[in-house]
């Protein structure tokens, strides 16, 4: 055990039993709410509409940042100063919409499908004139 001399610690006493009722009131609350913690790790695994867009937004600007950086220094190591940086650039932008366009497919897929006879309210009237 740890040596307790010369602080106001000590190994036995109430502090112990104070500390086991506690951990059982806690153990005791979560076990009364149960929904609570699954309801807080369900919102925790989805994300909000600006979550979405702000991943999107810097896939987009870091695949233009990295292709760009990536020409300029090509450019310094050969001395063709725009070539390089300019082509990359337009790859990086290129990229950068593919990067988007994946990552609104795989939130579309991962999306809950939407019940198809909730969309279009059945028309079962006669339209004979």
């Known amino acids: 055990m740890a040596d307790f001399k010369g602080t106001k610690r000590s190994n036995s006493g109430s502090n112990g039993s104070e500390t086991g009722e506690l951990g059982k009131k ?27 867009a702000l991943r999107m937004a810097s896939e987009f600007v870091a695949a233009i940042i990295v292709a760009t950086a990536l020409g300029y220094a090509l450019d310094a190591i050969f001395g063709t100063q725009p070539i390089f940086m300019i082509v990359l650039m337009l790859l990086g932008f290129a990229a950068g919409v593919l990067n988007v366009s994946r990552a609104a497919a795989e939130m579309n897929a991962a999306a809950p499908k939407p019940d198809p006879d909730k969309l279009v309210p059945v028309d079962d009237d006669d339209d004979d004139y």
Do not use: K, L, V
Request: proline share 4%; hydrophobic share 35%.
């Open 26 to 52: 806690i153990r005791q609350a979560r076990s009364e709410r149960p929904g609570i913690a699954a309801a807080s790790a369900m919102r925790q695994n989805e994300m909000t509409g600006a979550g979405r």
